[in-house]
């Protein structure tokens, strides 16, 4: 607390306390990251699936060729094999490109799920109350010294005795000694 506030106070504000520990901190920040990296490319890890595909139609080709071969001489050079060939390879494409966007979108669900774990609130607002300083603990004293001081000099201060407006018709105070100043005055 520094001086100016033990003297005269300080206000109330908000504030925010972290309601994460540090381990849970870091999980939602990975968290945050993986799905981040995970949204902007969502086919990531896609290649080794790809690679095993093209593998195991590479094996396919040999068993086409050796239908066209039992049909006879030449045959794996005619227009039907290579037709044979380009409609496997367009179905192998095909069927790569519905993998492809299957995996991409299994992959941005899974990564926004991960992303909404890493988005759970971090920190609680509070309301810290202000602090009366000394001033202001002081004021009411300060005053009634004042006031005394004002009507009846150090009795009047109540420092000895009540006080002369305390006294005065019952305890009134400033309400019963006025009528008495304005009757001084017009005399």
């Given at each position: 607390m520094n001086f100016g506030n033990m003297l005269f106070g300080s206000k109330g504000k908000m504030q925010q306390y972290s309601i994460m520990d540090?381990?849970?901190?870091?999980?939602?920040?990975?968290?945050?990251?993986?799905a981040q990296q995970g949204i902007q490319d969502p086919y990531a890890g896609f290649a080794?699936?790809?690679?095993?595909?093209r593998s195991q139609f590479?094996?396919?080709?040999?068993?086409i060729a050796e239908r066209f071969t039992s049909m006879g001489q030449g045959a794996q050079r005619s227009s039907g094999f290579q037709s044979a060939l380009g409609r496997a390879?367009?179905?192998l494409e095909e069927s790569l490109a519905a993998m492809r966007a299957q995996y991409g979108m299994q992959n941005r669900g899974?990564?926004?799920?991960?992303?909404?774990m890493g988005m759970q609130p971090?920190?609680?607002?509070y309301y810290k109350q202000g602090s009366q300083g000394l001033m202001q603990q002081l004021a009411p004293l300060l005053s009634q010294i004042g006031m005394g001081a004002a009507t009846g000099g150090l009795t009047g201060m109540g420092l000895f005795g009540r006080g002369m407006m305390n006294q005065y018709q019952g305890g009134?105070?400033?309400?019963?000694?006025?009528?008495?100043?304005?009757?001084?005055?017009?005399?």
């Open positions: 540090p381990q849970q901190l870091a999980a939602s920040n990975l968290f945050l990251n993986q080794p699936i790809e690679q095993h595909a590479q094996q396919s080709i040999p068993s390879g367009a179905g899974q990564m926004m799920q991960l992303g909404q971090r920190f609680q607002n009134q105070g400033m309400g019963s000694i006025l009528p008495l100043l304005m009757m001084g005055g017009m005399q």
